[in-house]
């Protein structure tokens, strides 16, 4: 079982862990906050990002060596790692909920509106448990596969909708003004938050971690180009208006896409080429939520959790896609609350963990 991932695999799980969720559900959130301005608060979402992860990946990456404590001091530090941890576990259970309803909601109400929800929650889980049990490479490597079929994908739909767009549904420009479009970015902010903080957990796994902030960079301005196409061109095909009627936008999309005279609707090929992004995001998300725990209980063994975060992380699932009202409530509220303050509290943690080593090693040295 290997435990280590390349520099590549881990460009590739951020641009899995960030397009389904943004190209889909967060769009038309943000369309209806702000209409077809939608495209420019992508953009800012993506700058404030790629800052943010640099910013994330300085601060792990050169945590310094854990010094020897003792007294007081030793149960503050081991008291502040297991807060730290808790809170990347809360994380992962908000994170895993967001992926379930993407998953759910894809398939569910365009395939298959009479199957119950957890038939998928427990389909999802049960794939993601096995294979985490092997180790974070198979992620890594169904990762590639993503990025392969999302690239695919998006060229599929440039040839299908070129001949639809019209770049007047763009204009004005910042008709909701500049401010109401930077605080739309939230939603998208929210969403880079997962791979941010995968990031965090899988950084001591990645072989060259001397290469670690450079691959972190490209992953996010890959991903920042293969999804602003789609914001440009919900809003120049479908309209602002009518992308914001749709919880899952993308799917609507692709259904007006044409390619040829025998492919009129393609939806199908999306959730094809989409299930490679989703299962790896399931597996690794619920691979971060059992390696959090494993630091919350101190164990040598991230698997002894795979069952219990796999109960917690589904149960939490079941209860967020009760009904789509519940669903969108909670995602266009609380999730971006919970999930904002836990992506500058971590780093936050993070730093004042690091300055006390090396305060402690200077004092010592």
């Known amino acids: 079982m290997k435990e280590k991932i390349t520099n590549g695999m881990l460009i590739a799980l951020i641009i899995n862990m960030i397009y389904p969720k943004s190209i889909g559900v967060s769009q038309g959130v943000m369309a209806r906050e702000i209409g077809s301005d939608i495209w420019l608060a992508t953009i800012f979402s993506c700058v404030q990002a790629l800052i943010i992860m640099a910013i994330v990946v300085t601060i792990v990456k050169n945590l310094p060596k854990e010094p020897v404590f003792t007294g007081k001091l030793k149960l ?21 909920g967001d992926i379930m309803l993407i998953f759910v909601y894809h398939l569910r109400d365009y395939f298959l509106p009479e199957a119950p929800v957890w038939v998928f929650v427990l389909l999802g889980t049960l794939i993601g448990m096995y294979a ?83 691959s972190t960079i490209i992953g996010v301005l890959f991903a920042t180009g293969i999804m602003v196409i789609w914001p440009i061109l919900e809003v120049g095909v479908l309209s602002a208006e009518i992308t914001a009627q749709f919880i899952v936008s993308c799917m609507q999309m692709a259904r007006n896409a044409e ?31 059992s390696y959090s725990a494993k630091k919350i209980f101190n164990l040598d063994d991230y698997r002894k959790m795979i069952i219990p975060s796999a109960i917690i ?9 009760k009904d789509h009202h519940h669903a969108m409530h909670i995602t266009e509220n609380q999730r971006v609350t919970v ?20 305060w402690k090693s200077s004092k010592t040295a």
Not at 76 to 95: M, P, S
Not at 186 to 212: C, G
Not at 313 to 321: E, I, M, T, V
Not at 351 to 358: A, M, R, S, T, V
């Open 259 to 289: 390619i040829g005279l025998f492919i009129h609707r393609y939806e199908m090929i999306m959730v094809a080429f989409f299930s490679f992004s989703i299962f790896t995001q399931i597996i690794t998300t619920l691979y971060c939520a």
């Open 76 to 96: 503050f530090i081991n008291g502040l790692k297991r807060l730290i941890y808790i809170l990347l576990f809360i994380f992962f259970i908000v994170a895993f």
């Open 132 to 214: 985490i049990f092997h180790g974070i490479e198979v992620s890594g490597r169904l990762a590639l596969l993503g990025v392969i079929f999302v690239v695919l994908f998006n060229i599929l739909l440039l040839l299908g909708s070129l001949k639809q767009f019209d770049i007047r549904e763009l204009q004005p420009i910042f008709n909701s003004g500049v401010g109401k479009t930077y605080w739309a970015s939230r939603h998208m902010l929210t969403d880079w938050a997962a791979p941010i903080m995968v990031t965090i957990i899988l950084i001591s796994d990645v072989n060259k971690i001397e290469f670690v902030r450079k």
């Open 313 to 321: 992380l589904s149960g939490y699932s079941l209860w967020l896609l």
């Open 339 to 358: 999930g904002l303050s836990l992506l500058f509290i971590v780093p936050l943690l993070f730093f004042i963990l690091g300055f006390i080593y090396k």
